[in-house]
C-alpha cells in the first residue's frame, strides 16, 4: 500500500489552475457564509461570549469536525485565477500530521524552541515582542526594537514596518519597498545584537 | 533573514490565497525556513457571527499546515467594527478555535495583538492582559504583540506592552479553566464600554528615554496601576 503524502505548495498551484471555476463574489457572499451557516447547526455549535476559553468537550471537538469539513467541502479560493484548490480529508489529516511538533527559533545561545503546550500546561507560551506590523519612523527604528529586544521575557521579535526609507515612501510593488523590508531585517537585527542577543530569532 | 527565523507568508479573508504567497512559500520551503503563516478571520465579516468565525477560522489554521506548509499559524481575529483583536468576540473566537485544534493536533499555534488604546494607558495593558490570559489558558504556543492603538499610528507602539503580554501569560499559565473565564469576564467588562472614547495613549517617544532605552515613570506608574486591577481580579502572579 502506498504511503500517504503531504500536499505540497508545487501541488497546491497546480490545483489553482485546474480546479472548478467560481466567481469571487459567490465565493465571499454565499459559499463562506452559507457553509460555515451550514455547519454551525448540523454539529449544533451555540457560543457563550461570556464563555471566551470553552471548558465542553462535545463543543470542542465539535468546532474541529465543523472546521475540518468546512476546509474540505469549500477547500480554498485561489484569486488569481479564479479556480478553487481542493483537498480530500485525507491530504488535510496527512499534512497535519507531517507538520512539525517543535520547532528551534533562533541561533546559539538565543535559540529558543516552539513546542506544543496544553491548556493547562504550567509552562507559559513563547513571547514574540514587537510592533507587529505597525508603522514605525526611521529615525526611532533600532532603538523601538531594542527595547523590545532587551526585555528579558521577550524571546523573539516581530518588527514594524518603516514609514519611509531614506525619505522616499516605500509603495508597494516599488524598488523603496524591497529597500525597506531589507533595511527592517537589517536593523532588527542590529537592535538584537546592540541588545546582546545576536542570535535572537526574528 | 536566517532559516531559523519566522518566514511569514498570509492567507486571505476568508479561504483564499494569491499566487505570489505560494511563491513565496516554495522559496521558504526550498531553502528549509521557518514558516510562519498568517491570517486574521474578520468577526462580523464574510464568515458572519461567532460561530461561524470559528469554524472558518479553525479551517483556516488547519489550510495553513497543508497549503503553506506552515511550521505555525498565526492567528488574530479581528472585530469588523473596532478592528482590535482584544474585543470580547475576537477572544472568544480565539480561544475556542485554540482550544478545539489544540485537543485534535500537535499543531504549533499563536496570535497577535491589536488594543484599542495606546501605550502608557492602563486601558491598552487591559486589553493586553485579557488576550494573553486567553491564549494562554486555550493552549497556544507563542504570543505576538502588541500593536497597540490599532497598529495604525507611527511610533505608538513599546516594549511595555509586550512586558505585559509576558508577564499575563505567566500569571495565567496552568490557571483553572473556570477562573480563568471569571477573571477574563470581569476583565473584558472594564475596557469594552470604553472603545468610542480609547486614549490613543503615548508615542514611543513620550514613553521611553530614547538614548538609555528606560521606560518613563509615568509609564511605570501605569504599569503598576494595571498591576493592581489584575491582582484585585485574582491573578497572583505579582504578588510572588
Known sequence: MALDKKITV??????????????????????????????????GIKMDKRVIVPTDPELINNLFRAGLEMLVECGVYSMDTGRVIKFTEEEVLTSIQAAPKSVILGEGRDAVELKGRSYADSRPPLIQGGPTGAPVSED?????????AQEPLVDTIVDGVLQTINGNDPVPNSPWEIAAVKSEAMLVRMAQARAGRPGMAL | MRQSDSHEVSQLNEL????????????????????MCEQMPIYGGYAGGLEETTIVDVATHLNAFVMTQASWHLDGPIHVRWGITTAREALAVAGHC??????????LLGNQYYTMAGPCTTMCLLETAAQAITDTASGREIL???????????NF????????MAEAARAAAGM??????????????????????????????????????????EYLDVYEEAVSTLTELGLNYWRK
Not at chain 2, 16 to 35: E, M, P, Q, S
Not at chain 2, 98 to 107: F, K, P, S, Y
Not at chain 2, 144 to 154: E, F, L, Y
Request: with cysteine; charged share 25%.
Open chain 2, 16 to 35: 483564499k490565497i494569491d499566487v505570489g504567497a505560494l511563491c513565496f512559500t516554495a522559496h521558504y520551503v526550498l531553502n528549509g525556513n521557518v514558516i
Open chain 2, 176 to 217: 483553572e479553566l473556570d477562573q480563568v473565564n471569571r477573571i477574563l469576564d470581569q476583565l473584558v467588562g472594564l475596557y469594552e464600554k470604553n472603545y468610542k472614547t480609547a486614549p490613543k495613549g503615548k508615542s514611543f517617544a513620550e514613553c521611553y528615554d530614547v538614548v538609555k532605552l528606560t521606560p518613563s515613570q
Open chain 1, 10 to 43: 508545487f501541488e497546491v498551484y497546480n490545483r489553482a489552475k485546474t480546479g472548478p471555476k467560481v466567481d469571487e463574489r459567490d465565493w465571499d457572499n454565499k459559499i463562506i457564509p452559507q457553509t460555515a451557516s451550514r455547519l454551525k447547526e448540523k454539529y
Open chain 2, 144 to 154: 505576538s504583540g502588541v500593536a497597540s492603538s490599532k497598529g495604525v499610528a507611527t
Open chain 2, 98 to 107: 485554540a482550544r478545539a485544534i489544540e485537543a485534535n493536533t500537535h499543531l
Open chain 1, 140 to 148: 526611532l527604528f533600532l532603538a523601538l526594537h531594542q527595547a523590545y
Open chain 2, 157 to 164: 507602539t513599546t516594549a511595555m506592552e509586550a512586558r505585559m
